[in-house]
């Protein structure tokens, strides 16, 4: 089987213009939580080495399955997972299953300069790079405001250094989390002067010491009031919303946490990535973030779209039973603000009748699994749309939000 460096990227026989790829990962090495993180708290985040010979992490003196290799040395190849997502697996095999023999780690993996030759081989000119082992963080210890601030920095700081923020063609994203909002502000404050102008949000409640709240609770306003006064593109992508205690309050799992390769029918059909995201999207709205913010601008990265139909319909029958809860239907604010991500297996051409065209963006999540081992592959998901279409989902759409153009 050919490697990802030796296979030629499938797209129409000319493009005349820059693919923009609204999804890359990283692979963050052990170095890029503890390079720089504080003393005082490297005992709360640990790499060990089990009895079995296999390195976990542990979290506050708990150990996480969460990531089943957090070293990331061996890893699922890059789009090995596309059967699964695409409903292709007749003989159901399991991911571990699909995913065949692990490769080795490649230094575009987790290295700026090689992640840039790489996009290079792929035919990307321009990527929104995301963590992956990130995820981790907030669910498990947001509680612990200082200790969930100081490691959302140490990792912002190993990005500066091995990436780099607004080279012109890549784009790593800066990790806040809002558990203090004042830090918060602060930690955005560094990234822009860092030259970082896209951030990452997590789609879930804000943890704290006294429970959750929701991201648009007013107590946030002098963030979401700096990012729209910057220009600061909000990244609402996929992470551990802790929704998989969905699943385990029906089935009566006791694992404790989401597992990457661990499936079942049902957890499948609960869908915590679409509800997390789309949880997130209704409380913004409905908090009234986007009035009280007009500036502010939000790309649903990594969530699939097939939520986002249902949701409109819902925002819309609410905005005629309760019209002074809203200043205004809460539809037009969601086409106006927010733009989308969609699976490669969900249809372009519907939900760009509900949002608009305008308002897509391509992104394949490599060098995932579970995403395109050849981003330009999605071409030929989108061959019923028009060549304009096209060049507006795969390249333009993106390239105006990172240049704060809307």
Known sequence: MATILEREPQSPEKIDYPIYDADHHYYETPDAFLRHLPKQFQAKFQYVT?????????????????????????????GTHEPYYRADNPQGLTMREMSGAPMRSIEAFHSGPAHLKMMDELG???????????????????????LTMALMHSLNQWVAEEYGFGN???????????????????????????????????PAPVPTANGTRSPGDKVFDPFWARCAEAKVLINNHVSDSNYDRIYREWSGSTTGEDRAFEKAAARDVFDSIGRAAEDSI????????????????????????AWIAPLLKRMERTFRKLPSEFKRSP??????????MPFYEDSVAELAEHIGIDNICFGSDWPHPEGLARPLDFFSDIKELSVGDQKKVMSSNLKKLLEGNY
């Open 282 to 305: 209704t409380m913004l709205i409905c908090d009234g973030v986007f009035d009280r913010h007009p500036g502010l601008r939000l790309l649903v990265t990594e969530s699939g779209s």
């Open 331 to 340: 539809v037009e604010t969601f086409r106006e603000h927010i733009s989308v």
């Open 50 to 78: 089990l009895a079995n010979g296999r390195t976990k992490v542990a979290i506050d003196g708990v150990i996480s399955d969460y990531i089943p290799n957090p070293t990331f040395n061996v890893v699922a190849g890059p």
């Open 124 to 146: 990307v000119h321009a990527a929104i790079i995301f963590p992956t082992l990130a995820s981790v963080v907030e669910v498990r210890l947001g509680h612990q405001t200082d």
């Open 168 to 202: 012109g063609r890549q784009f790593p994203v800066g990790a806040i989390s809002l558990a203090d909002p004042e830090g918060a502000v602060k930690e955005l404050e560094f990234l822009l002067k860092a030259g970082c102008q896209q951030v990452l949000i997590r």
